[in-house]
């Protein structure tokens, strides 16, 4: 149980390019997901908090326009990364909540890496 | 702001010994801590979690140990293998459940000797 899964795993596009990323939980439902970024051999780093039916809950200094995020059902969250230039080039990773093992917790995707030309 | 941190980037041990990860915090509101585990080019895999109610929990070769006086959480490894070798993260949760996202410490290399 708890099987998160994103698509693509990877991606490389040419700058100014917009980049869907797909999160979805496989064998339950979210009504909340999660994206991080981690660069290089660094932590990582929250994002957005995405809610099925309202807004997503951006973290200061992530721009809500660049990072488009949308949860359109209960197991699905969407990251568009619009106009996307290098620095944006990073491992995306989302994260849902769900029960396996008897634990309720946050269980991570494989994640997206996303290189811009 | 706030944040959880790592007192080493890197720790080798041999194989068949026992490791010990530390982490500290600072948000002394949290009250749910969890260990990943990240394979390169993979996403983070769930190890172990505690809640600030217990000072330690036991699962199976792992066992997360929790002070609050210090604010400061450890991961213990029992008879390390060579699967065990990535890079392991400490998160917190300030409410619990994981019910919000997540803040994580810098993270620890471990790797195995033969």
């Known amino acids: 149980g708890a099987v998160v899964s994103q698509h693509p795993s990877w991606v490389i596009c040419k700058s100014g390019t917009s980049v869907k990323i797909e999160c979805r939980s496989l064998?339950?439902?979210?009504?909340?997901m999660f994206w991080y970024r981690q660069f290089p051999k660094q932590s990582l780093m929250l994002m957005a908090t995405?809610?099925?039916?309202?807004?997503?809950?951006?973290e200061q200094g992530v721009e809500k326009d660049k990072f488009l995020i949308n949860h359109a059902s209960l197991t699905l969250s969407t990251l568009t990364v619009t106009s996307a230039h290098p620095e944006d080039s990073s491992f995306y990773i989302c994260?849902?909540?769900?029960?396996?093992?008897?634990?309720?917790?946050?269980?991570f995707g494989p994640g997206t890496r996303l290189l811009v030309l | 702001g706030e944040s959880v941190g790592l007192h080493l980037p890197t720790l080798s041990v041999q194989e068949g010994d026992n490791s010990i990860i530390n982490c500290a915090y600072s948000?002394?509101?949290?009250?749910?801590f969890i260990w990943y585990k990240q394979e390169s080019g993979k996403g983070p895999q769930f190890i172990i979690d505690?809640?600030?109610?217990?000072d330690k929990r036991q699962g199976q070769r792992v066992t997360v140990l929790l002070n609050k006086t210090v604010k400061h959480l450890s991961l213990q490894i029992a008879a390390t293998q060579p699967g065990d070798s990535a890079v392991y993260f400490c998160?917190?949760?300030?409410?619990?459940?994981?019910?919000?996202?997540?803040?994580f410490g810098k993270g620890t290399h471990l790797i195995i000797q033969p």
């Open positions: 994260s849902a909540r769900g029960l396996a093992g008897g634990r309720e917790t946050q269980y």
């Open positions: 064998d339950f439902q979210a009504t909340t």
């Open positions: 995405s809610n099925e039916g309202s807004k997503a809950t951006y």
């Open positions: 948000n002394s509101a949290s009250d749910y």
């Open positions: 505690i809640r600030s109610n217990m």
């Open positions: 998160a917190e949760n300030p409410t619990g459940g994981g019910a919000d996202g997540l803040t």
